[in-house]
């Protein structure tokens, strides 16, 4: 027989017994039947031990008893029972893991070190939450005997660690969506609640490639989106409409082994809502310091084991890659209820771990903002490590905030919005209060891998260009051109520009690449954020169309002429004319 004809058959074949052998199957807490086949609805559903037994690639020719591709598991009900999937669906016929209206996995609590749905090595999976489906603990975290500072208390009994909503290490061709993953550890804001040993929770931990995270709810848990990569090349990562709130990490992409080099390849992060960073604050400095705190976290090293040096020396390190990288049209910030000053490291947060590996990483569109007395510790937008080609921050709004002191003046909080580094493009944002600027800050262009380190200072700043901005406040600017090392090595800076408007003048006096297009007028916005009609902004940027074409609202940019800086263009909304030429029709 022809040989592709002989393919095509076995595909046509396999689709056809997908099809045939597809069923529903209904779980619940306490069901009895034993026969995947036959429960069809609620009352005769199977219980969650029958489905965490089941592998299909035992049943001989996926047999009708046990779970295959394009079926649909029905999660019904509460269950307090952890789900551990076995089975996978193949291309094309995913196994789709369905809560129904009202289902949730709870529990007071889950031991340490355990995770309530465990996918690993599994593919071809869907789980998606429904209509409200939700993964809760209800007792766990802060202590029911702790008192902060100001007097909260906590609210928990347990305090386990290390536990994940859903785990999926690895886990390809997979996706989350449409469900509510919270207070898996429920943190008393402020409180000294330390680390204990490992992570406090996860809400998705997964690695793999294919995988897409969207339209989920996480709150009240220690790292909401954790993805990692290996030495493997992993690609393809979606993380598009989350919701979420109180966190150490929001979205966290990173590098996970520590037998080579890491690389990774087109990550979309794209329309989610991330507040509550101040949830893992702390008045307590020892136990604030382990907690970073980045809504958006990227980094490419992996640590070489195998490499006894000290833990400052690059070569301890392994130099991944990263590339093609969309962060945009997410939503970031104000905080909460904050109990301290620190919002954290930054909105967007790409620093040394990055060690100029990453390459086409687009931030665009994104709006980020803080409410007093929050400040960043390294920017709103912080990727000077980053350090590839084309590289691109561009039409983000920062709007941070400024405060009279009684006594003591006006205290505008002193970090620049933006940290970048060489091979930057760095036009159409507009920065609103605070202290505006732009910090440019190096890595070292080569690694130990590779000859050496650079260390002039044009090697830092090469490839660098901002303009078409605005820094808009009352109050001063901060520029900086510094170059610090990584690694914990001593940082130099050449110049720094921390003071008023004139700021700015000396700024571009530096060169051509220096902002010369962009001005430090104060901007009009709306409420939301949105440029006013005639204000400075309007139609001020330069058109990027070649990379984006809309708005952070999805209004269109134009194709030609010149751009609105920040999120949102300025337009008005048309007057509603009434109708005309109208004429009555009676029924007969």
């Known amino acids: 027989m022809n040989m592709k004809l002989l393919i095509l058959t076995t595909v046509l074949v396999l689709w056809t017994l997908a099809k045939v052998f597809a069923n529903d199957i209904y779980v619940s807490q306490n069901g009895s039947n034993t026969d995947g086949s036959t429960a069809t609805n609620a009352a005769h559903g199977v219980s969650p031990a029958w489905l965490s037994a089941q592998k299909w690639q035992q049943s001989a020719l996926w047999g009708a008893h046990g779970v295959h591709p394009g079926d649909i598991v029905h999660l019904t009900g509460v269950m307090s029972n952890r789900l551990t999937i076995c089975f996978s669906g193949v291309p094309g016929h995913n196994v789709t893991i369905l809560f129904e209206s009202n289902a949730m996995l709870s529990a007071p609590t889950l031991p340490s070190s355990s995770c309530w749905i465990n996918c690993a090595g599994m593919s071809n999976l869907v789980i998606d939450g429904g209509v409200n489906g939700l993964i809760q603990c209800t007792d766990n975290g802060t202590p029911a005997h702790y008192t902060n500072p100001e007097g909260a208390r906590g609210t928990s009994h347990f305090t386990n660690f290390n536990m994940q909503g859903i785990y999926a290490m690895p886990a390809n061709n ?125 980094f490419c090293t992996a640590v070489n084991s195998n490499h006894f040096t000290p833990s400052n020396d690059p070569c301890s390190y392994y130099i991944g890659c990263i590339s093609n990288v969309d962060v945009s049209y997410n939503i970031i910030g104000p905080g909460v209820n904050p109990q301290t000053t620190s919002a954290g490291s930054a909105g967007i947060f790409m620093h040394d771990y990055s060690t100029n590996q990453m390459i086409r990483v687009l931030i665009y569109n994104n709006i980020l903002s803080l409410t007093p007395p929050l400040e960043w510790g390294d920017g709103f937008i912080c990727a000077y490590c980053v350090g590839g080609s084309q590289n691109i921050i561009a039409n983000n709004t920062m709007v941070n905030w400024h405060t009279n002191i009684t006594g003591g003046g006006v205290y505008y909080p002193g970090e620049a919005p933006i940290e970048a580094g060489q091979n930057f493009l760095v036009v159409n944002n507009l920065m609103i209060d605070g202290t505006p600027g732009i910090l440019l800050w190096g890595q070292p262009t080569t690694n130990c891998f590779t000859g050496g380190f650079g260390t002039t200072h044009q090697q830092y700043v090469a490839g660098f260009y901002s303009g078409y901005n605005v820094f808009s406040t009352g109050g001063r600017l901060v520029f900086d051109e510094g170059c610090p090392t990584c690694f914990g090595r001593k940082s130099s800076t050449f110049q720094q520009y921390y003071m008023g408007h004139s700021g700015l003048a000396q700024w571009q006096a530096l060169g051509s690449n220096y902002d010369w297009t962009s001005t430090s007028a104060t901007a009009s916005v709306s409420e939301s954020y949105q440029l006013s009609l005639g204000s400075i902004g309007v139609g001020f940027g330069t058109n990027l169309s070649a990379y984006f074409k809309s708005d952070a609202y999805g209004h269109p940019r134009p194709s030609s002429g010149p751009w609105d800086v920040g999120a949102i263009i300025a337009r008005t909304t048309a007057a509603i004319s009434p109708p005309t030429n109208l004429r009555i029709v009676l029924s007969p």
């Not at 690389?263 to 907690?291: C, H, P, R």
């Open 174 to 298: 997979f996706t989350v969506r449409s469900l509510t993953i919270s207070n898996l550890y429920n943190r008393l804001a402020s409180s000294d609640d330390p680390v204990t040993g490992n992570w406090k929770a996860r809400a998705i931990q997964i690695e793999g490639y294919n995988v897409t995270i969207s339209n989920n709810v996480i709150y009240n848990t220690q790292d909401g989106i954790d993805f990692t990569y290996t030495f493997a090349a992993t690609s393809n990562l979606i993380v598009v409409g989350n919701s979420i709130m109180g966190f150490n990490h929001g979205i966290v992409v990173g590098a996970g082994n520590d037998g080579a080099a890491p690389l990774f390849y087109n990550a979309l992060i794209q329309s989610n809502k991330i507040d509550g960073m101040d949830f893992y604050e702390s008045t307590n400095t020892k136990v604030g310091g382990y907690y970073h705190r980045d809504p958006i976290f990227l």
